[in-house]
């Protein structure tokens, strides 16, 4: 079963541009983690945010939580044609079992 | 620091038959995950080991796919038999605990013919 819906499906963005993409997930979790894949590097971790904090910055990357919603974001500055991949949030919860979402398929374009 | 191992990189079968993907985790962690990734969907998590025991094999469709953790270290997932649906990247992680960033492999491309 999939946890986290990623929303938009898919984004298109000029270089230099923001690129913001949401994830919404169902039962109450541990932390929450988001990922990128491409065919370059395979899956790669990017920034894991606890179930207490509200925000969470790593470089060009801004995850926010918000556990009343259940839904998180990410936002990317000043995008890059290296940024192009699939985005996934993946949640733990009860025994840290993860859950990954159906992702988000961002284009940057140069 | 070496990286998740896997092989093969590669395999293509025939349904009914039997197949077998191996990993090695980063040195040093203790918990180990195989995925499934059917093409454009996200991982789904087989089996979740925490050394060499199971924390989580609810996904696992037990009857065909069986997978094992021996010393706690590298990890050896078999399927068997296949079935067309088997069709996937099969996905190895590690991390150094339950709930840590995970460390992913380059994954196992299977095509059931």
């Known amino acids: 079963s999939q946890q986290g819906e990623e929303d938009p499906q898919a984004l298109s963005i000029q270089e230099g541009e923001n690129a913001t993409m949401n994830c919404s997930y169902k039962t109450s979790i541990n932390n929450l983690q988001w990922y990128r894949q491409n065919s370059g590097r395979g899956l790669v971790h990017l920034i894991l945010?606890?179930?207490?904090?509200r925000e969470k910055h790593s470089g060009r990357l801004r995850v926010t939580l918000d556990t009343s919603k259940k839904s998180s974001s990410l936002l990317i500055t000043a995008s890059r044609a290296a940024d192009t991949a699939s985005y996934f949030c993946?949640?733990?919860?009860?025994?840290?079992?993860?859950?990954f979402g159906t992702g988000t398929r961002l284009k940057v374009l140069a | 620091e070496a990286g998740v191992a896997q092989s093969p990189r590669y395999k293509i079968i025939e349904k009914r038959q039997s197949v077998a993907f191996w990993c090695n985790p980063i040195s040093g962690h203790a918990t180990l995950y195989w995925y499934q990734q059917i093409l454009g969907q996200g991982p789904k998590l087989l089996i979740q080991f925490q050394n060499n025991g199971v924390v989580d094999d609810s996904q696992l469709p037990k009857d065909r796919f069986s997978a094992e953790r021996l010393k706690g270290v590298d990890s050896t997932l078999k399927i068997q038999p296949a079935k067309l649906e088997d069709s996937a990247v099969y996905l190895c992680a590690s991390s150094l605990g339950l709930a840590n960033e995970q460390f992913f492999g380059p994954g196992t491309r299977l095509t059931v013919l």
């Open positions: 993946a949640t733990t919860s009860g025994t840290y079992k993860y859950i």
């Open positions: 945010i606890r179930s207490n904090e």
